[in-house]
């Protein structure tokens, strides 16, 4: 259930450079959500034990724009976030990157806002803190300010989420900006590595895994493609807004009233463009990377679980996630403390459309093979009856009890990761996680692992410098 | 209204937002047997931070020595006489207590964050870590492997390069060229007993300080750094004195890689953390990264990431920094922003919204308990005291945009860049206006 890095449309508020700053970066996502979400809190009867413990409101408009408010008023400060079912896995390849580009789009002239020099001065204006990014399933925007900006900034958020005008001479301008940042992304070896296992996993809807998109599309955007997305994905029934901080419920369910009613309920986007379904991966297959890379890194993918069609996989998923994370794990002893990996992690991403599962594991020239062997001898032992303990198990869970905690102390980043629960599974998911988690047994976990892991189609990648691939053999 | 901490800031008229007032039950510093602590209640979760630091990190080694803090903390953190190896992780796993190491230039750290109803049991384990650690001789090999395979692969990621590079190039012959992570040739030659020893003289009253922050009390604390530091020696630290460098003529370096863009950082002087000029010249290390990525961004399309600002030293440096195809003409723009800042003062509304965006990141840096440890730390480290942590907004206010233009007169000039890249064309003399 690890969130994936998404492209990161603007870093308004935070330097792209090696510029090692004290205070923490918006954009980072705490490890592990889980949080129970309240009742409904006005618009329905009698009140949620939920909400009452965590703090977390919510209420959907007449509109349909869901409404959640998180109420943490340890300082003076409130997000207003909105998050939008967008993203990767609704772009055909001839849109592929154009959710991205959007969300650059964003931060520039709308109806109320002449051009992108006036739309940052007027966030400056207001102290806040910006940025926005998009994902496989969840374009998210976001503002961090003072408390009493908080009228403006719903305001200010409104006429940007609806009336973006798309002016040719910005969007020409943007074109090269977010080409720079796939120049960046392009210079990182682990991209590299990334992308190349995920054209094989994904191979016949690629676009749809792929955020950051190709380059030809991005570079041949049009007005009109905006517009389209715009109109098929920017409506308030495919949205959420979050507000977390220093506001009570009733007051930002109030000002999310007055300020978002106006905006128009569209048709539901996936009727008309539905989001087909992942192909399993034709056959298990190695693709060697080459870079000017000092280590060796092993990337095993494969296709996991939905969350729509296989909900109990997915909590058995984060539950072994969990138990092999622990330093006391035989796959941590077996694979770091022996001296064979760098460092090694398995994990599933939670998502609608197929999750990916990845091993991630690093490695020295000289423990390559055996590293490789090692870890295809752990995957094949995970369902022994003696590969976790009972005490691991029940570790896992308490865990996951406690690190909710940890998550909620920034409200200005946990709204971020409320919003992706809210788009890659769903509220009712959020619910009811630690309850599920609780419910997770070893056969459980056995089952999502025969099921998707041992004996499946995969496809491994190793990153590697071509002197080492010599070496190597590979 | 809920109140956090000492630490949340009196209501400042001309800031647009709501502040806390100073409780009655603030943070207090106090000595145990010679050891500084610093403690700061904050009964609004029920996580608790406490770091505990070793004043000077590698600004203070030996450049064989490089790396010997991280290593001996890193590895300290695996194992004691009285929790070994498996009992140690399990205990943390069971109470999702987190224990780390840290080392940079000006100090290091081992910091623990864990819940109120696990403090007790974590502190034990805490305490143990800095007194009574272990060393065994295969942790010792499996993060000297880590830390090594770390340096190499520093050099994989362009950005990580890249700040290597600079910090090499700017503090060539300064305590601060000694590498925090060590290098190749340092880190394989510490032993055992290296660490042992190294434990044994930095683990003194004087040359460490107790920050804790959270849901917890000074009778609380008080009565556990008793218990568990009381019988530390005193040890006879004594801060180094850092070089006052300046840099005579600007210069760039330039290190060919086969890149889609160029990766380029200009380093100059900045006042130091925490001193009266540090407050202008964070605004106007701001201020200048939102010019450059007006202009060179949204006015230019000319990069995705421009940026500039202050790093986080206590000798500082401030930096331009941008990702380009064409570094000629970008540098250029960058550079001209930063001549108006020196021949123009910044206008009374810049001044202003500029003051109210910092408010909002000194409440972001107020989010977490751990980070309340940092700031309040670093301030002590630094010797202003972490008193002035209290005073943050206040010096945020008094910054004028005379000051700011002085600043940055002063400081930010003979730039040293560094490029990591392959352009097609470079011309040499726009990195020196």
């Known amino acids: ?474 | 209204m809920h109140m956090r901490t000492r630490l949340v800031l009196l209501t400042v008229a001309f800031i647009v937002c709501s502040g806390r007032e100073a409780t009655a039950k603030g943070t207090e510093g106090f000595s145990v047997n010679g050891l500084t602590v610093i403690v700061a209640p904050n009964p609004a979760t029920d996580i608790i931070a406490a770091n505990m630091y070793f004043r000077e990190g590698s600004a203070r080694l030996d450049p064989r020595q490089a790396g010997i803090e991280r290593l001996t903390l890193v590895v300290a953190t695996k194992a004691t006489k009285k929790y070994p190896k498996n009992t140690l992780s399990a205990a943390l796993e069971r109470m999702d207590t987190r224990l780390g190491a840290n080392a940079g230039r000006d100090y290091a750290s081992v910091t623990l964050q864990c819940v109120k109803e696990n403090f007790a049991k974590s502190w034990d384990i805490f305490a143990d870590v800095i007194l009574n650690p272990l060393f065994d001789s295969s942790d010792v090999e499996l993060e000297r492997q880590q830390m090594l395979a770390a340096i190499r692969q520093s050099r994989d990621n362009p950005d990580q390069y890249l700040q290597e590079l600079v910090m090499n190039a700017f503090y060539a012959g300064h305590p601060y060229a000694v590498p925090p992570n060590g290098t190749e040739q340092s880190v394989r030659s510490l032993s055992k007993g290296d660490l042992q020893e190294f434990i044994k003289s930095h683990a003194t009253a004087s040359q460490m300080l107790l920050v804790v922050v959270g849901n917890t009390s000074r009778a609380e604390v008080e009565s556990m750094a008793r218990a568990s530091f009381a019988g530390l020696p005193q040890g006879s630290y004594a801060p180094v004195q850092l070089p006052a460098g300046e840099h005579q003529a600007p210069s760039i370096k330039i290190v060919q890689r086969k890149l889609p863009t160029n990766y380029i950082v200009g380093y100059f002087s900045a006042p130091s953390y925490g001193s009266e000029q540090s407050y202008a010249m964070t605004i106007a290390g701001s201020i200048l990264s939102d010019r450059v990525f007006d202009e060179v961004r949204t006015k230019r399309g000319l990069s995705y990431a421009p940026n500039a600002g202050i790093g986080p030293l206590f000798d500082n440096y401030g930096q331009v920094y941008v990702t380009a195809v064409k570094p000629e003409t970008t540098i250029t723009v960058m550079l001209n922003e930063v001549k108006k800042l020196q021949s123009e003062p910044v206008s009374e509304k810049t001044l202003n919204d500029k003051k109210n965006g910092f408010l909002t990141r000194y409440y972001l840096n107020m989010e977490t308990n751990q980070s309340q440890v940092e700031f309040l730390a670093r301030y002590e480290l630094c010797g202003a005291g972490y008193k002035q942590a209290d005073l943050f907004v206040q010096h945020i206010k008094s910054v004028t945009p005379e000051i700011i233009q002085k600043c940055c007169k002063d400081y930010m000039r003979n730039l040293q860049f560094v490029l990591l890249g392959n352009p097609s064309s470079l011309k040499l003399a726009d990195f020196f206006p």
Request: hydrophobic share 35%; proline share 6%; net charge neutral.
């Open chain 1, 1 to 474: 259930m690890t969130q994936p890095l998404a492209a990161n449309g603007n870093q308004g508020a935070t330097p792209a450079g090696p510029l090692p700053l004290t205070s923490q970066e918006e954009h980072t996502m705490p490890k592990t959500i889980r949080f129970l979400l309240a009742a409904v809190f006005v618009f329905f009867a009698g009140s949620s034990a939920y909400g009452q413990k965590y703090q977390i409101y919510e209420k959907k408009l007449d509109n349909g724009l869901d409404v959640l408010v998180v109420h943490n008023p340890s300082v003076p400060l409130v997000t207003v976030e909105v998050n939008v079912h967008n993203g990767a896995y609704t772009e055909p390849p001839d849109y592929n990157g154009l959710s991205h580009l959007y969300e650059h789009m964003f931060f520039k002239a709308n109806k109320v806002i002449p051009n992108q020099e006036r739309y940052l001065e007027r966030l400056r204006e207001l102290g806040a803190l910006w940025n926005g990014t998009t994902g496989d399933e969840r374009v998210n925007y976001f503002f961090t300010l003072p408390k009493d900006s908080l009228v403006q900034a719903m305001e200010f958020m409104y006429n940007a989420i609806t009336g973006p005008l798309f002016l040719q001479e910005e969007l020409v301008k943007e074109r090269p900006v977010v080409t720079g940042e796939y120049d960046r992304a392009e210079s990182n070896p682990f991209f590299l590595l990334n992308r190349a296992v995920d054209q094989k996993v994904w191979w016949k809807y690629g676009s749809r895994k792929n955020a950051l998109g190709e380059r030809d599309i991005i570079l041949s955007a049009t007005t009109q493609k905006m517009q389209t997305i715009q109109n098929r994905y920017y409506i308030p029934n495919n949205s959420a807004l979050i507000l977390a901080g220093d506001i009570a419920p009733d007051e930002g369910f109030a000002l999310a009233r007055r300020v978002f009613s106006p905006w128009k309920r569209g048709e539901d986007p996936f009727k008309a463009n539905p989001v087909p379904d992942h192909p399993p991966i034709q056959k298990t297959d190695t693709i060697i990377v080459e870079a000017p890379v000092n280590n060796v890194t092993i990337m095993i993918k494969w296709q996991g679980p939905s969350v729509t069609k296989d909900r109990q996989a997915t909590y058995a998923a984060d539950v072994l996630s969990f138990i092999l994370s622990q330093q006391t794990s035989k796959f941590y002893t077996d694979l770091v403390d022996s001296g064979l990996a760098l460092n090694v992690n398995l994990a599933y991403q939670t998502e609608n459309h197929t999750g990916p599962i990845t091993l991630f594991a690093q490695t020295t020239t000289d423990r390559y093979a055996k590293c490789v062997k090692a870890i295809t001898d752990e995957i094949a032992k995970m369902t022994g009856a003696g590969y976790f303990t009972d005490e691991q198990l029940a570790n896992a869970k308490t865990i996951l009890a406690i690190d909710e905690q940890y998550g909620r102390e920034r409200p200005s980043q946990y709204c971020h990761t409320v919003g992706y629960w809210w788009a890659s599974a769903g509220l009712d998911y959020y619910l009811s996680y630690v309850d599920n988690l609780k419910k997770v047994s070893r056969q459980g976990i056995a089952e999502y692992l025969n099921t998707y892991v041992i004996g499946k189609p995969h496809i491994m990648g190793v990153l590697v410098s071509g002197q080492d691939r010599k070496k190597l053999g590979l």
